[in-house]
C-alpha cells in the first residue's frame, strides 16, 4: 500500500460511482485491522506512529468512499474538473426555479404532512440526481456534466436538512401531532 494512492486503489475497488457499499465496509474493517497500532506495539513508537498514519488516511478514504455525494466528486477531482462549490455555484436554470418552488413551499407549509410530501419530493429529484451521476460518471465519463449533478446533490442534501429541522421543530411546538 502507498499513502499516495487513490481511495480507490487504496480498497482495492475499480474507479466508478457504482460501489458495493456493503464491500466497501468489510474493506474498511480489513484495512483497519490490518494497521491497528496495537499490532506494530512490539515494532516501537515508530512503527506505531506509521500505522496511525495508515489508519487516519483509511479513515479518510472510506468516508469518501461510502457516500455517493462525496464519491461523485472526488471521481470528479480525481479526473481533473473539481467541484469547487465555494467558488462556482453556476447551476442550470431549472433548477434554480425548482429551488425556489421548494424553498417556497418550505417556508408556507404550516403542517407536517406539507412537508412530509416536500420531503418526499426532494427525496424523488435526489434519487435522480444520483442516477444522472452515475450516468455521467460511469457511462459517459463527462465529469463536467457530473460536477453539475454534485453541485445539485449538494443544495438538495442541505434543503433536506432543512426540511428535518422544521418537522422537528414542528414535532417540539405541537407535540408530535
Not at 470528479?76 to 424553498?103: D, I, S, Y
Not at 413551499?105 to 435522480?128: I, S
Not at 445539485?152 to 418537522?167: K, N, T, V
Request: net charge negative; hydrophobic share 40%; aromatic share 10%.
Amino acid at each position: 500500500m502507498n499513502l499516495q494512492s487513490s481511495d480507490f486503489e487504496l480498497f482495492g475497488l475499480t474507479p466508478g460511482f457504482a460501489q458495493d457499499r456493503a464491500f466497501i465496509d468489510v474493506r474498511w474493517k480489513d484495512l483497519q485491522r490490518e494497521v491497528h497500532p496495537d499490532k506494530f506495539a512490539a515494532q516501537g513508537a515508530a512503527a506505531q506512529r506509521i500505522s496511525m498514519q495508515w489508519s487516519v488516511r483509511i479513515n479518510e478514504a472510506y468516508q469518501r468512499l461510502k457516500e455517493p455525494l462525496k464519491r461523485a466528486a472526488y471521481l470528479c477531482e480525481l479526473n481533473g474538473v473539481p467541484v469547487n462549490a465555494e467558488n462556482n455555484t453556476a447551476m442550470p436554470a431549472e433548477f434554480l426555479m425548482q429551488q425556489m418552488e421548494w424553498r417556497e413551499a418550505l417556508d408556507e407549509a404550516t403542517t407536517t404532512v406539507e412537508l412530509n410530501v416536500l420531503d418526499g419530493l426532494v427525496r424523488f429529484a435526489r434519487v435522480q440526481a444520483l442516477q444522472l451521476c452515475a450516468e455521467f460518471l460511469d457511462d459517459k465519463q463527462d465529469y463536467q456534466s457530473a460536477v453539475g449533478q454534485v453541485r445539485a446533490l449538494m443544495f438538495i442534501d442541505r434543503f433536506s436538512r432543512d426540511i428535518e429541522a422544521r418537522l422537528d421543530q414542528m414535532d417540539t411546538t405541537d407535540g408530535g401531532q
